[in-house]
């Protein structure tokens, strides 16, 4: 009895042992002395105030394959070919669906092919992804204001253009 007693009692110890013992701090290299992880709090610690996260504002397009969709875009669109536009910023948004100036322009581009309903979808889009971002905000809201005049609201087209024409709304 005395025997398995004490074999429940080395196993017992064994579970509850002391950390492995590491060299100081100073004898380390530095390599070792530097967390590469972020320190997080226990579980444990109670928060009486939450800290909201600033995020950084989404950037404009991620890659110069955007940039050139972009710009072919906007070179379809001036000679009057917009199908190619269209096509061109969907390809574009394919590649970064988060930037709310592809969606904006996607709402003019189908509004003037006579696409409304797509183009309302697409600007109601911009506008969710635009966030705090003060270009993106103007893009979308711009877009918008082409959707009230087609709708014959020319003065709340005209106020939303003057609030944002400057780019200060």
Excluded at 62 to 77: K, V
Aim: with cysteine; aromatic share 4%; glycine share 6%.
């Amino acid at each position: 009895m005395k025997i398995v007693w004490l074999l429940l009692m080395m196993v017992l110890a064994g579970c509850s042992s002391a950390p492995p013992i590491t060299a100081p701090v100073e004898d380390r290299p530095a390599s070792e002395t530097a967390p590469t992880e972020p320190i997080q709090p226990p579980a444990s610690v109670r928060r009486d105030t939450e800290v909201p996260i600033a995020l950084p504002p989404p950037k404009a397009p991620s890659n110069n394959a955007t940039e050139a969709l972009m710009i072919a875009s906007t070179n379809a669109a001036a000679a009057g070919d917009t199908r190619s536009a269209i096509n061109h910023l969907q390809r574009a948004i394919r590649l970064d669906g988060r930037n709310a100036e592809l969606w904006a322009r996607l709402s003019t581009a189908c509004l003037r092919d006579g696409q409304i309903d797509s183009a309302r979808q697409y600007a109601s889009r911009a506008l969710a992804l635009a966030g705090n971002r003060g270009d993106w905000k103007r893009s979308a809201w711009l877009a918008i204001a082409e959707l009230e005049q087609f709708d014959g609201n020319q003065a709340e087209a005209d106020r939303i253009r003057q609030l944002y024409a400057s780019g200060r709304g």
